[in-house]
């Protein structure tokens, strides 16, 4: 008996220095990443019953649950790394578990990596409206500053003509703002194409039982919530980069920033396209994203090259062309129809690149009749600048046929047109107007017999021929 009560105080002592020990034998286990067994000691010290009136081991174990509160919160900090290793998720889901067997560790990591997405996209917009607000500030600056210099000039050079002072071109900054509009989509798609696959792979193991295999309640983890949240995403980075490409200037259409925005885009779709990367109502949304920017940017071009083509008509400087530079054509040209064919081959060869791609992505109907309609938009804008062009010849060709025929007035021109065309007059111009009217019916000629043949059968495999085979660049 006596023997009894000895080993009962030994067994108690031993409790008692094990329970003193627990704190900093948990930690040490901790620190080197033993888990596992900092865990089984936290459970020996629960299992420990207490007298009523051991305070101080009382405040041993509130020192011990402190530590693995600690302990806890590191595991959760650690779910938030987005490139976090499938078996280092399972194996903290499963201490997790065991710590705390009625909590969902699996669906609070997937409500982390959501947050963390939505966070990221948003701090881009911030940065981005930031860096925006900055270079607009600049540009602002910049203007009044210009705006000064010229009136200064003005005041110094009265006797100088006012319109030279005024003529010097202006940088509105369009191309800085549109280089960081460009920056701005990039890095929003940098972060979902990098982000959403891993974040899917997760929910897929959840799913299909090769997490956490030896706890069947996460086979009920539906991946319609994790789809859910995946499309949220999207939608948002979907409605960003709309607000931000119909920002990007039409005049800068010809510089790289729209083709880029969709070349990244692009390279998201095929990140979503891989197995097991995206559900596919990510897909399907980023794709319908994907042909929308490049329907837009190719409506851009369209307009871009209309406009282009009003402005260069207006800008006639009657310097005839060498023979080389017409290509050996018979009919002696001035530098008009050259430039008309330099803005159509800078919109053209865009669009026929875009089109070539849209029709290489084109799978569904949806996006076949898009590329239909796009196909017909194009079609019409390249005929309606060559029928312009036309037109804009013609009434160059008509007012010089009025100055012949109103000789009365002052050197036999009308005041106005005097002006029009003598302001585009230019060193080897040539100032006849018989000799001009020639040089219009040969521009006329080259475009009829030369020009709008060569645009014609160099893009008509752009155009819809359903609709538009019947079409011949004669009947221009």
Same mark, same amino acid.
């Given at each position: 008996?006596?023997?009894?009560?000895?080993?009962?105080?030994?067994?108690?002592?031993?409790?008692?220095?094990?329970?003193?020990?627990?704190?900093?034998?948990?930690?040490?286990?901790?620190?080197?990443?033993?888990?596992?067994?900092? %865990?089984?000691?936290?459970?020996?010290?629960?299992?420990?019953?207490?007298? !009523?009136?051991?305070?101080?081991?009382?405040?041993?174990?509130?020192?011990?649950?402190?530590?693995?509160?600690?302990?806890?919160?590191?595991?959760?900090?650690?779910?938030?790394?987005?490139?976090?290793? +499938?078996?280092?998720?399972? &194996?903290?889901?499963?201490?997790?578990?065991?710590?705390?067997?009625?909590? /969902?560790?699996?669906?609070?990591?997937?409500?982390?990596?959501?947050?963390?997405?939505?966070?990221?996209? /948003?701090?881009?917009?911030?940065?981005?409206?930031?860096?925006?607000?900055?270079?607009?500030?600049? +540009?602002?600056?910049?203007?009044?500053?210009?705006?000064?210099?010229?009136?200064?000039?003005?005041?110094?050079?009265?006797? $100088?003509?006012?319109?030279?002072? &005024?003529?010097?071109?202006?940088?509105?900054?369009?191309?800085?703002?549109?280089?960081?509009?460009?920056?701005?989509?990039?890095?929003?798609?940098?972060?979902?194409?990098?982000?959403?696959?891993?974040?899917?792979?997760?929910?897929? =193991?959840?799913?299909?039982?090769?997490?956490? @295999?030896?706890?069947?309640?996460?086979?009920?983890? =539906?991946?319609? %919530?994790?789809?859910?949240?995946?499309?949220?995403?999207?939608?948002?980075?979907?409605? @960003?980069?709309?607000?931000?490409?119909?920002?990007?200037?039409?005049?800068? $259409?010809?510089?790289?920033?729209?083709?880029?925005?969709?070349?990244?885009?692009?390279?998201?779709?095929?990140?979503?396209?891989?197995?097991?990367?995206?559900?596919?109502?990510?897909?399907? *949304?980023?794709?319908?994203?994907?042909?929308?920017?490049?329907?837009?940017?190719?409506?851009?071009?369209?307009?871009?090259?209309?406009?282009?083509?009003?402005?260069? !008509?207006?800008?006639?400087?009657?310097?005839? $062309?060498?023979?080389?530079?017409?290509?050996? *054509?018979?009919?002696?040209?001035?530098?008009?129809? +050259?430039?008309?064919? *330099? $803005?159509?081959?800078?919109?053209?060869?865009?669009? /026929?690149?875009?089109?070539? #791609?849209?029709? !290489?992505?084109?799978? =569904?109907?949806?996006?076949?009749?898009?590329?239909?309609?796009?196909?017909?938009?194009?079609?019409?804008?390249?005929?309606?600048?060559?029928?312009?062009?036309?037109?804009?010849?013609?009434?160059?060709?008509?007012?010089?046929?009025?100055? @012949?025929?109103?000789?009365?007035?002052?050197?036999?021109?009308?005041?106005?047109?005097?002006?029009?065309?003598?302001?585009?007059?230019?060193?080897? !111009?040539?100032?006849?107007?018989?000799?001009?009217?020639?040089?219009?019916?040969?521009?006329?000629?080259?475009?009829?017999?030369?020009?709008?043949?060569?645009?014609?059968?160099?893009?008509?495999?752009? #155009?819809?021929?359903?609709?538009?085979?019947?079409?011949?660049?004669?009947?221009?």
């Amino acid at each position: 008996a006596q023997a009894d009560k000895i080993r009962a105080v030994q067994g108690t002592l031993q409790r008692f220095r094990t329970l003193f020990n627990l704190p900093s034998a948990i930690r040490e286990n901790i620190s080197k990443g033993e888990y596992d067994l900092a %865990v089984r000691e936290y459970r020996k010290a629960n299992s420990i019953v207490l007298p !009523s009136h051991a305070g101080m081991l009382k405040r041993v174990l509130e020192e011990v649950e402190n530590v693995m509160h600690d302990f806890k919160r590191m595991l959760y900090e650690s779910m938030e790394d987005p490139h976090i290793d +499938l078996t280092n998720l399972e &194996n903290i889901v499963r201490l997790l578990l065991e710590l705390e067997p009625e909590s /969902d560790p699996v669906r609070r990591y997937f409500g982390i990596q959501n947050r963390r997405i939505q966070i990221l996209l /948003d701090d881009c917009t911030f940065d981005h409206e930031s860096r925006m607000e900055n270079l607009q500030n600049k +540009l602002h600056e910049k203007a009044l500053s210009d705006e000064n210099w010229k009136k200064i000039q003005q005041d110094l050079h009265e006797s $100088v003509d006012g319109s030279l002072v &005024n003529s010097q071109p202006i940088d509105s900054g369009a191309e800085e703002l549109d280089a960081l509009r460009a920056r701005y989509i990039r890095r929003l798609t940098a972060v979902i194409m990098h982000l959403i696959p891993p974040f899917w792979k997760v929910a897929l =193991s959840v799913s299909s039982g090769k997490f956490a @295999k030896n706890k069947g309640r996460y086979f009920g983890h =539906s991946l319609e %919530v994790v789809s859910g949240m995946i499309h949220e995403i999207i939608s948002a980075y979907d409605s @960003k980069v709309q607000n931000t490409f119909l920002e990007l200037e039409e005049t800068n $259409v010809i510089c790289p920033y729209m083709s880029d925005a969709i070349m990244d885009i692009s390279k998201a779709c095929q990140a979503f396209d891989a197995k097991e990367a995206a559900p596919t109502i990510a897909v399907e *949304s980023l794709r319908a994203l994907l042909f929308e920017s490049t329907k837009l940017y190719i409506m851009k071009l369209c307009s871009w090259m209309r406009t282009s083509m009003e402005e260069e !008509s207006r800008n006639e400087t009657w310097v005839p $062309v060498t023979v080389l530079e017409r290509n050996k *054509s018979p009919y002696a040209i001035s530098s008009l129809p +050259l430039a008309f064919r *330099s $803005v159509m081959v800078a919109a053209m060869d865009r669009i /026929d690149m875009m089109i070539k #791609f849209i029709r !290489s992505e084109a799978t =569904s109907e949806d996006s076949l009749m898009m590329l239909q309609e796009i196909q017909e938009s194009v079609t019409l804008s390249f005929f309606n600048c060559l029928l312009g062009f036309a037109g804009q010849m013609e009434r160059i060709g008509g007012d010089l046929g009025r100055i @012949k025929q109103h000789l009365p007035f002052e050197n036999g021109y009308y005041p106005d047109v005097v002006e029009e065309f003598s302001f585009h007059h230019r060193p080897g !111009s040539i100032t006849d107007q018989h000799q001009q009217l020639l040089m219009v019916l040969s521009n006329i000629g080259f475009c009829k017999d030369d020009l709008f043949s060569e645009m014609y059968n160099k893009y008509k495999h752009v #155009f819809l021929k359903s609709r538009y085979e019947p079409i011949q660049c004669t009947r221009i």
